[in-house]
């Protein structure tokens, strides 16, 4: 992620590298930070609000390529495909009920 600056996730979301300022004492520091965005199908089929200036510049995200996950997991492509759509299911039916959602992705960033 930190190579690539952003990837979007077709209908879960996508995630970037943002640049923030920070104050250290008597010193502004600039630190990367990993930002995720819910996908916008998501966010309005409930009714959630959306930050729609949430991409500095206006960048291009690349897609998520499934084939480079399946081979670095050693698992089919339709194996990513099927966790992917499962994830986004899972969390719009949550989300749905009206329920706390925590989605936890370890090493992201």
Known sequence: LLLLQGIRIPTLG??????????????????????????RNIVGV????DDKD?????????????????????????????CIEGTTSLLSRCLGKGENVALVLRHVG
Do not use: C, D, M, W
Request: charged letters at 15%; zero cysteines.
């Open 14 to 39: 996508s995630f970037e590298v943002v640049p923030t300022r920070i104050q250290v004492g008597e010193e502004v520091v600039t630190v990367q930070s990993p930002v995720f965005h819910l996908a």
């Open 46 to 49: 409930h009714g959630l609000v």
């Open 54 to 82: 949430y991409l500095p510049g206006n960048k291009e995200l690349e897609p998520l390529k499934y084939s480079t996950v399946a081979a670095v997991a050693s698992v089919s492509r339709q194996k990513v495909g099927a």
